[in-house]
């Protein structure tokens, strides 16, 4: 009796849908933090290739030259390549097609160029809702155990003859695990949602300077023609 | 493949992070609760049990021992009497035996050299006798005074326990009204009966707020029945009747 009660019995001794509330949230958490450490990884990447392109594209280098560089790589573009690949592309087919139409040409490269920034945000905002998600229900996934837990241990309460502390105490204990463990998923994630959403704004708003700047190089480059 | 690598390397740092966490809080968790601090409740057991013989006995032996000391004291008390009284007489006696020889010796010390001098052995044993007697009284004398004197004390600490006891109860049942306020003090005499139960409150000093005197006088009768010595005489002297004074002292009020 006076030997210390471990987390560990605790969290054994619960009962079964205790139990399931718990390893849901630990599941939740766990999942949430990878999320969270992919988002970075993710995030700065993008980031760190936004500024390699821009200083390339800004350096006054010929942009077909860019161009063909980024179609010779092997993997997919991604971020801010991906934008000046699919608009480039775009320009240089509906210039053999439409010749000098500038408003059409225009048209299709401003059309081609908004689909890649949609991609990309996608691409920018996946699992961003799994953060959101686990930030603002896990909380409640853990108030259920730990309501759970106290009623069964009321319950056992109610049928023991003596009722003292000692009796309810490792109940309320073990139930309030669940809402520990709950805020411990919840507090990062929302902290995680908060940061990643504001940081991909900032991205996107960046893309889009960049589409618009894009396209009205290539409008130039039609009108002096 | 640098998406899935990432991948790869974003759940090992999460599965670290949680492993982490987790030991912190075994490790600490065990440090945390080695020590906890209990109150233990007072817990007040009635049990019926069937005094066996041989306890019987050994009272009944007691109390003869008591007795019996109560008589040697008494014996003790009368010889000392008797004895002051020959004293008395044999002040006189061997005055008027040395008279007719020599003369001097009031206290027997100085008597016994004397009297064996003047070579008389069955007086000088008597005296001897007697002295021997009556040191041996006073010396039981003391031993009985000395525990009469500690019995007393260990009374006096339990009845101050019973006390305790009783005001704990008391409290415990008391529930002030909300006009109470600090300075206020009713005095209540309680009467009790051997078993501990209330049979009577009155108020002897009013506290001048009637919500409060009702208060303290439902307060000793919710208590009902209090811890009291089985000692009659204890009982007696202390707990038939006594005074409980009510002060809302811890209100801050």
């Given amino acids: 009796m006076n030997e210390p009660i471990s987390i560990l019995h605790l969290i054994l001794g619960a009962s079964v849908v205790v139990q399931i509330v718990m390893a849901i949230l630990i599941m939740a958490s766990l999942v949430s933090w990878i999320m969270i450490f992919q988002r970075i990884f993710v995030l700065s990447s993008i980031r760190r290739m936004a500024n390699v392109f821009e200083s390339e594209f800004w350096s006054g280098n010929d942009l077909r030259s860019i161009f063909i560089e980024i179609e010779s790589a092997d993997a997919d573009p991604i971020g801010i390549e991906h934008l000046f690949y699919s608009g480039f592309k775009e320009f240089t087919r509906s210039r053999q097609q439409y010749g000098t139409q500038a408003e ?24 961003l809702p799994f953060l959101a998600t686990v930030g603002s229900t896990s909380p409640y996934i853990g108030l259920f155990g730990t ?44 902290i995680a949602y908060n940061r990643y959403s504001a940081q991909v704004e900032v991205i996107m708003n960046r893309f889009e300077a960049f589409s618009d700047e894009f396209s009205s190089i290539l409008n130039r480059s039609i009108q002096n023609r | 493949m640098p998406k899935l690598a990432g991948y790869v390397f974003s759940i090992f740092l999460a599965v670290l992070l949680h492993g982490a966490v987790v030991g912190l809080l075994l490790i600490n968790w065990q440090a945390e609760s080695s020590e906890p601090t209990r109150i233990e409740p007072l817990y007040i057991s009635a049990s019926l049990i069937r005094q066996n013989p041989i306890q019987i006995r050994r009272r009944e032996e007691m109390a003869a021992k008591e007795r019996a000391e109560q008589q040697k004291a008494k014996e003790i008390a009368s010889r000392r009497q008797a004895r002051e009284s020959v004293l008395a007489n044999k002040k006189l006696v061997p005055v008027e035996t040395t008279d007719s020889t020599q003369d001097q010796a009031e206290a027997f ?17 008597q005296l001897e006798e007697q002295f021997r007697l009556q040191m041996e009284d006073e010396l039981t004398l003391a031993v009985m005074e000395e525990q009469e004197r500690r019995k007393a004390v260990t009374d006096d600490e339990k009845s101050m ?4 006891q009783i005001q704990q109860d008391i409290v415990s049942n008391w529930s002030r009204p909300p006009s109470a306020r600090n300075g206020m003090q009713a ?9 501990g139960e209330v049979v009577e409150v009155v108020v002897q000093e009013s506290s001048g707020n009637v919500a409060f005197d009702r208060s303290a006088i439902l307060a000793v009768q919710k208590a009902e029945q209090f811890q009291v010595p089985a000692v009659a005489a204890q009982f007696e002297r202390r707990f038939r009747e006594f005074t409980v004074l009510f002060r809302p002292e811890d209100l801050r009020l």
């Fill in chain 2, 187 to 195: 005095l209540l005499r309680v009467f009790l009966v051997p078993t």
């Fill in chain 1, 104 to 127: 059409r040409i225009m048209q299709n490269v401003q059309r081609a160029m908004r689909v890649a920034l949609s991609r990309e945000e996608e691409r920018l905002e996946a699992s």
């Fill in chain 1, 147 to 190: 309501v759970w837990g106290i009623m069964n241990s009321f319950r056992g309460l109610a049928t023991a003859n003596q009722a003292s502390l000692s009796v309810v105490a490792p109940g309320i204990s073990e139930a309030l695990i669940a809402t520990a463990i709950g805020l411990f998923a919840a507090i990062p994630a929302v």
């Fill in chain 2, 161 to 164: 326990a019973f006390v305790a």
């Fill in chain 2, 109 to 125: 010390t100085q008597q016994a050299p004397m009297v064996s001098a003047r070579q008389e052995p069955q007086l000088k044993r």
